[in-house]
């Protein structure tokens, strides 16, 4: 279907369409590139693959410019310089948005691993260092390339203000990546 022929090959491909088994209309939601990119968003999926990511995504319209896999690889959905993702309104303009292959914590559905880790009463996926190394890496050239301070790295849970997201969540290492981004 459209989400195999997209991981096919057609990442970056900001066009790429199709319909699912019951004739829904699948793409993923973006806007060409206006304005100047002043932040980037870090997401995680909230499912165990890409694949079913990239389905949710279509499904609803929306889209990241970046997912990053659990053992390391990099897939790019859209290009940051062309177009605008939708992945955290209503700032969309103005970020790039960066998600991790993570299905978050344990719910109903969801069992955790031994692995995970308990922080506030909730038990986490954690973030696999060859995800994390590919992250600080693609962090690196982002925020250099864009000119993006530190303290415009935001989590999903905290941007846009108000929002009831909780991703990356607290598994994720957000100081000890920012000072391997910012060497601080």
């Given at each position: 279907?459209?989400?195999?022929?997209?991981?096919?090959?057609?990442?970056?491909?900001?066009?790429?369409?199709?319909?699912?088994?019951?004739?829904?209309?699948l793409y993923l939601?973006?806007?060409?590139?206006?304005?100047?990119?002043?932040?980037?968003?870090?997401?995680?999926?909230?499912?165990?693959?890409?694949?079913?990511?990239?389905?949710?995504?279509?499904?609803k319209h929306l889209?990241?410019?970046?997912?990053?896999?659990?053992?390391?690889?990099?897939?790019?959905?859209?290009?940051?310089?062309?177009?605008?993702?939708?992945?955290?309104?209503?700032?969309?303009?103005?970020?790039?948005?960066?998600?991790?292959?993570?299905?978050?914590?344990?719910?109903?559905?969801?069992?955790?691993?031994?692995?995970?880790?308990?922080?506030?009463?909730?038990?986490?996926?954690?973030?696999?260092?060859?995800?994390?190394?590919?992250?600080?890496?693609?962090?690196?050239?982002?925020?250099?390339?864009?000119?993006?301070?530190?303290?415009?790295?935001?989590?999903?849970?905290?941007?846009?203000?108000?929002?009831?997201?909780?991703?990356?969540?607290?598994?994720?290492?957000?100081?000890?990546?920012?000072?391997?981004?910012?060497?601080?």
């Amino acid at each position: 279907g459209a989400i195999d022929a997209f991981l096919a090959g057609q990442a970056g491909m900001a066009s790429q369409k199709g319909t699912d088994e019951e004739g829904n209309e699948l793409y993923l939601g973006h806007s060409p590139r206006k304005a100047k990119i002043k932040r980037i968003i870090v997401h995680y999926t909230a499912s165990w693959n890409s694949k079913g990511a990239i389905r949710t995504l279509m499904k609803k319209h929306l889209s990241y410019h970046f997912f990053i896999e659990r053992d390391g690889k990099l897939l790019q959905l859209l290009d940051p310089d062309k177009y605008v993702a939708f992945h955290a309104p209503p700032r969309n303009f103005e970020s790039i948005g960066v998600s991790f292959v993570n299905v978050g914590y344990e719910r109903s559905g969801i069992k955790a691993k031994p692995e995970w880790v308990t922080k506030g009463g909730l038990r986490w996926q954690e973030y696999p260092m060859p995800q994390l190394q590919t992250y600080v890496s693609l962090m690196k050239k982002l925020v250099q390339k864009h000119n993006i301070p530190r303290t415009e790295i935001h989590p999903h849970s905290l941007w846009p203000p108000g929002t009831t997201k909780q991703d990356p969540g607290p598994a994720f290492p957000m100081e000890q990546t920012l000072n391997s981004i910012y060497g601080g």
